[in-house]
């Protein structure tokens, strides 16, 4: 277990919905990191946190949003679904965020679009 | 963008042999890390790598950072059942923004 929760497990949804995936950060942790992860495109970044501010993005759609709220939780909210967003979602959490320190995934949310 | 080559993309083995694994780059990294992800769960770091060089050690696993800055490849030997998994290498660039980019992976399979 990393410390690292991501509600909900599973979510399965029409096109052209809108979810929002959650991930409580580890005790302590600062930072939050979202990652994609699909059979074609494998795992990758999509944006990190620290601290309520958005630090960096990777490839993020413009679909899709995230924030980092006061309590350092964090939300990604995905629009307009389509079925290529069809994926595992991973929430990671680090200390500080830098690019030095350890990420530790959650178990992910798998959302299927149908 | 950068793509990270990871190979092999499977592997099949009998328990007790050796493994391994490496990743090549077209571009440089300033850190390589190795994960290993389990069925239904998130990705856990095995190894980090922060100096073109650098050979480290975790238990039976043993990784290397290549001189070029462009390779790492990870060993591990005598190999049991629980090393089952897929193996992610990771490389991360420097500077201010921030990427981390992952190879496809490699799925380890150990026959007892």
């Known amino acids: 277990d990393s410390g690292v929760t991501q509600t909900p497990k599973h979510l399965i949804t029409a096109t052209g919905q809108r979810v929002t995936l959650r991930c409580s950060p580890r005790?302590?942790?600062?930072?939050v990191y979202w990652y994609q992860q699909s059979l074609d495109q494998g795992l990758q970044f999509l944006i990190q946190?620290?601290?309520?501010?958005?630090?960096a993005k990777g490839n993020i759609l413009e679909r899709f949003s995230a924030q980092q709220f006061p309590d350092l939780h964090s939300e990604l909210n995905l629009s307009s679904l389509e079925l290529g967003d069809s994926a595992l979602y991973f929430c990671a959490s680090s200390v500080d965020g830098l690019a030095s320190s350890e990420q530790f995934f959650g178990p992910g949310t798998r959302l299927t679009v149908l | 963008g950068q793509q990270l080559n990871q190979s092999p993309q499977s592997m099949f083995i009998q328990e007790g042999e050796d493994v391994s694994m490496n990743c090549t780059s077209s571009?440089?990294?300033?850190?390589w890390l190795w994960y290993k992800q389990d069925p239904g769960e998130g990705p856990v770091l095995l190894i980090a790598l922060y100096k073109a060089g650098e050979l480290t050690s975790n238990g039976r696993l043993t990784a290397q950072f290549g001189i070029t800055r462009k390779d790492s490849f990870l060993n591990i030997s005598a190999s049991i059942p629980s090393d089952v998994g897929i193996y992610f290498c990771a490389g991360l660039s420097g500077g201010s923004n921030y990427k981390l980019t992952f190879g496809k992976g490699t799925l380890l399979t150990v026959n007892p």
């Open positions: 946190y620290y601290n309520g501010e958005e630090r």
């Open positions: 571009s440089i990294f300033n850190t």
């Open positions: 005790s302590g942790d600062l930072s």
